[in-house]
């Protein structure tokens, strides 16, 4: 007697379970928006445009940057979150995006939590360079060298809050060293002094500062990722001789709204993982000192698990704020 209702139930469940492929296969079948919480023309920027054209090309459907700077990027994320879980409006992600809550006492979201990570698409290390003036060529004596001179070298930032502040204040923390920080208003000003010698050193990304390390006008003594980049594989890492565990890099990464369809965001990893990782575009990425990732998005996820508590560990201990 009951049998027929039976039917009936397993017949749409499997009718459902049927779609899902197809719904995946669907998309995207409408301009995909990317937003980018960062003004035009800095290194976010430019990979977002760089891979939404590619993404456009793999998928047949546009995807279209959008810039939406400020307010510590709570403008990209109201309009990544306004956008709706369809999987048409994206985020490109930066350090920044986990470095933030840890600033806040009550912080406003979770980065690994309250989103649907897509992919974490390439990293890259930060290139220590010093002023040629400075007698040291490793990161041992530099350590030792500012030691001897408590609170006289400085260390220069791209501005407070950022990767470079709080890896200024990790360096600082984890070996008992005073070490001034200088908050600059961009890269070119902090390369400026540190050629003229007015700062002693800071963390370069390789395409800005291989060029000045080439030509004599700054000296690297070292990398700030756990492991040697494959550009640069004779450079020691700082991990490996002054701070175990030491890993700091620039990255960026793809995130959906929180309820994007699995399928949506799975679909999405395995597009970005295969541009990423296009031979030609990986051979671009090396050269320039970065790394193709294209990671799965539960990779994604947990490397924004450990970033936000890392920050936040950091900057509990060192008591630093955002003034």
Known sequence: MHKPIFRNVLAVTLAGLATTPTFAQDYPSRPVRVVVPLAPGGATDIQARLFSQKMSEEMGKPFLVENRPGA??????????????????????????????????????????????????????????????????????????????????????????????????????????????????????????????????????PISTLPLVKSGKLRVIAVTSANRARAFPDLPTIAETVIPGFDVTTWHGWIAPKGTPVEIVNRLSMMLSKVVNAPEMSAKLIADGGEPVGSTPEQFTQLLASETLRWSRLVRETGAKIE
């Open 72 to 205: 510590g990027e709570s403008v990209a994320l109201q309009a990544l979150k306004s956008g709706g879980p369809d999987g048409y409006t994206l985020l490109v992600s930066a350090p920044t995006f986990t470095i933030t809550p840890a600033f806040s006492g009550k912080p406003t979201y979770d980065p690994s939590k309250d989103f649907a990570p897509v992919s974490l698409v390439t990293k890259a290390p930060y290139l220590v360079v010093v002023s040629p003036a400075l007698p040291v060529t490793t990161m041992a004596e530099f350590i030792a060298y500012a030691r001897a001179n408590p609170g006289v070298v400085n260390f220069g930032t791209g501005g407070v809050g950022s990767p470079l502040h709080l890896s200024g204040l990790w360096i600082g923390n984890a070996t008992n060293t005073r070490i001034a920080i200088i908050h600059y208003k961009g890269t070119g000003p902090t390369l400026n002094d540190l050629m003229a010698g007015q700062l002693h050193v800071t963390f370069g990304n």
